[in-house]
């Protein structure tokens, strides 16, 4: 039986979010924490007081759960999700309070040395252990044992961070929002699905307009950029995305990311320095697998070496197909036309094979392989509280000798739409917590995708959209199974930030199984499976231009983190350090031609706004172990209990509990090895 507890009543109640009273609220809970955190401290610190994990530990989580989990992590949720100009000035307005309150709370020094005294209990068990080893590691990182004047200088410099990345964050947001077009003449629309131009038909009805209205949305982008017969426009739209957040755009002068990145910069060095690391690289990468800034670099350079042999044979394929075509090669024709040797070589027409990737097929056949993995169950719920009407909720269920139990709750938000944050993401609603009056608060996470909306009938997916799906459940999972009760290092918290990409990677692979294909596919009116030819058609695909992609990939990496390793603080002076180590790298190792006015680091969130600064190596870090990891289901079976069994329990239930390279070494034996993943990728071993 399904166990009778509701647990529903433990997840947020979205519709009752006020931004009008988010301020007060967070300010009067600040206030409120620092009393108790007064009081605790005074009855701590009495020589007769028996300090344990409950009577000191469990109410500091307590009290640090009301004010971020219930309530501030949710309106940046909403913020990300649908942004309006009332939440997100509640939201700056809060910040520099929630900075100040997080620096003095980890620097407090009696703080620190009662975590200090407690840490040598010997009743503390190995989560309680790695609770605290993690807490005073993080106390240090922000200051904890450097002199007054220096704490409060440092204070001062993670209070700037907070509100640059938001800043930063905001003004991608807007200039994606600022650019549209009306298309009067269909016939300038040629080539696109129709399917995408019924959606710029009903952009225009909704702003009570004729025609087609364009926008920058991800889906919109990407269909323009790839199907569109019309170059004029494909350039029109491609400059517009390529210049976000850049002054060089003339919509986009009041959102200029440029001077947001120097002070960005320059914050981090300052902090590194401050702390005695040589530049912010190594602070940044302090709780890592890899520390040091060199081997990273190492990795990258290697990787390129590899795959520019590759890359160059596609790039000058694309070119001489191109100039049969038309008389010259820009940016703007890359994606058009290597869709279309794509269609020409392997005849794969990806609009053409949405019709066998419906989305409810996708999700049955994604819950599927969790069930078989993992045994858990995903249960949709028909009634529940939400911040959007296409928002879905599921309850995951895992078997157990006494029946059926409750585990987590999953949020899909899937759909793009304005005012929204593009691009994919898992987060964490509510982290599995065991309370301080012994129940359990399960754990919740967001998926968020930006897919293409239909006008009407079924959401077909691309491919690609589907891979996409199958990494953020990765993440999701991770959060969700966790059999971890202390929240510092339950789901994703505590994991390092090259191993957090491991789940998520590692889901991707059974997208590429011919098996499984057949399994999240049917035609979504015949319900017929998918040919076999057009099957054969998407495994030949997987490497079509995968050396221009990796490729990129490897400049993004490279440019991340070089930019957070070699510089100095005289060079980070130089406003325009980002865009011209960019222009460097992307001139000396990408073939294909550039746009010169590209300004892609303004609107390059991921390390300036998104955790990723200094670490967004890890995709390609973790893609080396997760290959490593899935050649153990090529060679036993894409189910393999044994193998799956290894995996639950050391990587997806273990959170950050433990040595993050030993508990990949239990489950694939030995430490990681990259031939499956230069095999996946097509790459020669020489």
């Not at 605790?40 to 009495?46: M, N, R």
């Amino acid at each position: 039986m399904i166990d009778k507890q509701q647990h529903l009543t433990q997840l947020i109640n979205f519709s009752k979010f006020d931004s009008a009273a988010l301020y007060p609220q967070v300010r009067k809970i600040i206030k409120q924490n620092n009393q108790r955190l007064e009081k605790l401290i005074k009855e701590s610190s009495a020589e007769d007081f028996n300090l344990s994990w409950d009577n000191f530990y469990a109410q500091l989580e307590d009290w640090n759960e009301e004010l971020f989990s219930d309530l501030f992590d949710v309106a940046g949720h909403l913020k990300s999700v649908c942004d309006n100009s009332k939440l997100r000035n509640a939201y700056n307005k809060c910040l520099p309070h929630i900075s100040e309150y997080l620096t003095a709370f980890n620097q407090n020094e009696e703080i620190y040395h009662l975590l200090k005294k407690l840490r040598k209990n010997k009743d503390l068990d190995q989560e309680q252990k790695q609770c605290l080893d993690n807490h005073l590691r993080d106390c240090r990182l922000a200051g904890i044992e450097l002199p007054q004047a220096q704490k409060k200088k440092f204070a001062k410099l993670v209070a700037q961070g907070s509100h640059l990345a938001a800043k930063f964050n905001e003004n991608v947001l807007d200039s994606t929002d600022k650019w549209q077009e009306l298309i009067t003449d269909k016939a300038k629309l040629s080539g696109i699905p129709q399917a995408v131009i019924d959606n710029f038909k009903q952009n225009a009805q909704e702003e009570k307009k004729k025609g087609w209205l364009l926008r920058l949305d991800i889906p919109s982008y990407l269909a323009i950029m790839t199907y569109a017969d019309n170059a004029q426009l494909r350039e029109r739209v491609y400059c517009a995305y390529s210049m976000r957040a850049s002054k060089k755009h003339p919509l986009y002068k009041s959102y200029d990311n440029s001077p947001i990145i120097s002070k960005i910069l320059a914050v981090r060095n300052k902090k590194a320095k401050i702390l005695g690391y040589k530049n912010s690289a190594e602070m940044l990468m302090a709780t890592n697998m890899v520390r040091q800034p060199q081997k990273v670099v190492k990795f990258l350079k290697g990787l390129t070496l590899k795959v520019l042999p590759t890359a160059r044979k596609e790039a000058a394929e694309l070119r001489k197909y191109a100039l049969k075509h038309q008389d010259d090669f820009h940016p703007w024709d890359l994606a058009y036309f290597s869709e279309k040797i794509k269609q020409d070589k392997l005849q794969v027409d990806k609009e053409k094979l949405r019709e066998y990737f419906p989305l409810p097929r996708v999700l049955q056949g994604m819950f599927t392989l969790a069930e078989k993995l993992f045994g858990v169950s995903f249960v949709e719920q028909k009634s529940f509280d939400t911040w959007h009407k296409d928002v879905r909720l599921f309850k995951l269920v895992r078997k157990n000798a006494s029946g059926k139990s409750a585990i987590g709750f999953l949020y899909c938000d899937l759909y793009a739409r304005q005012h929204k944050n593009g691009g994919a993401w898992m987060n964490e609603s509510i982290v599995r917590r065991r309370l301080s009056n012994g129940k359990l608060r399960l754990p919740a996470a967001y998926l968020v995708c930006n897919f293409r909306k239909p006008t009407k009938g079924k959401t077909l997916l691309l491919h690609d959209d589907v891979l996409v799906l199958f990494h953020e459940l990765g993440h999701c999972l991770h959060h969700l199974l966790t059999r971890i009760e202390q929240p510092r290092i339950a789901g994703i918290n505590g994991v390092p930030h090259d191993m957090v990409e491991l789940p998520s990677q590692l889901l991707e692979n059974w997208c590429w199984d011919k098996k499984f294909i057949r399994i999240i596919s049917s035609h979504y009116k015949t319900g017929k499976p998918l040919p076999p030819k057009q099957l054969d058609k998407i495994l030949a695909a997987r490497n079509f231009h995968s050396g221009l992609a990796m490729l990129r990939q490897m400049e993004f990496s490279l440019f991340d983190i070089l930019l957070h390793s070699k510089y100095g603080e005289q060079d980070l002076k130089n406003g325009q350090l980002a865009q011209q180590l960019h222009d460097e790298l992307r001139y000396k190792n990408n073939p294909l031609p550039q746009m010169e006015d590209a300004c892609f680091p303004n609107s390059f969130a991921h390390i300036f706004a998104g955790g990723y600064a200094a670490g967004y190596y890890a995709y390609k870090w973790a893609e080396v172990m997760s290959a490593d990891i899935y050649s153990m289901f090529e060679d036993n079976g894409i189910y393999h209990k044994p193998t799956a069994s290894l995996l639950r329990r050391n990587i997806f239930e273990s959170g950050g509990l433990g040595d993050a390279l030993q508990k990949f070494s239990s489950v694939r034996g030995r430490n990681p090895d990259n031939k499956a993943f230069l095999r996946h990728n097509a790459i020669a071993v020489s």
